[in-house]
């Protein structure tokens, strides 16, 4: 059982559109309402309708979140990856589920995302390096002096850095959705077993 609704068309007022505006970067009067069947309906989107529940902590949020998914350097397939892998680390259900679909849209194939669920063989390069990164962010809370310098060599200082910041904002989101939750909508791909223990 969800333990933090989305809110319902009629609840939303002019601070929750201005939280979402900051997201899309608009003005919360440019936010289509809930409700409309716009492809931006906020009611699409179950992530914004519980995070608008604090409109003011929401404004802030996804004002940062946006850059990371419209204005930062990281390219789209390896935030994805990141975030995929993170998703299926953590056995978040609605995560994995949104961010798949992201992901194809993105240019990510399904034998990628497929593949990715059982581990790092088959990946090289860029994407070996963000996902054996996010596993060792995962697992020790933090990157290894040399994983950084790597991360650097490779994507330069800036995209080194919102890696840290992708997968340290996508494990609070999974946090707070799973803590809620939430569940991906009808039609979502469905989170994979787990990853079989290296032997």
């Known amino acids: 059982m969800t333990l933090l609704r989305p809110l319902s068309a009629d609840e939303w007022g002019d601070d929750e559109y201005a939280a979402v505006g900051a997201l899309f970067g608009i003005p919360g009067d440019d936010v289509p309402r809930a409700g409309s069947g716009s492809a931006r309906d906020p009611l699409k989107f179950d992530i914004l309708g ?46 994995w589920g949104e961010h798949v679909r992201v992901a194809i849209a993105g240019g990510l194939s399904e034998a990628d995302i497929a593949r990715l669920a059982q581990g790092n063989d088959g990946f090289e390069g860029p994407d070996r390096l963000v996902l054996e990164a996010t596993d060792e962010l995962l697992a020790d809370g933090r990157a290894a002096p040399r994983t950084w310098e790597r991360l650097v ?10 890696l840290i910041f992708v997968v340290g904002t996508y494990a609070m989101l999974a946090i707070a959705c799973d803590t809620w939750a939430l569940t991906p909508p009808p039609g979502s791909a469905k989170l994979p077993n787990p990853r079989p223990p290296s032997p």
């Open 50 to 95: 519980v995070l608008v529940r604090h409109p003011a902590m929401a404004r802030e949020f996804l004002a940062y979140n946006a850059f990371l998914l419209q204005r930062g350097e990281l390219p789209l397939r390896l935030r994805e990856l990141a975030i995929l892998r993170l998703a299926h680390t953590r056995r978040s259900a609605f995560f």
């Open 153 to 162: 060599d490779e994507f330069g200082t800036p995209q080194a850095m919102e």
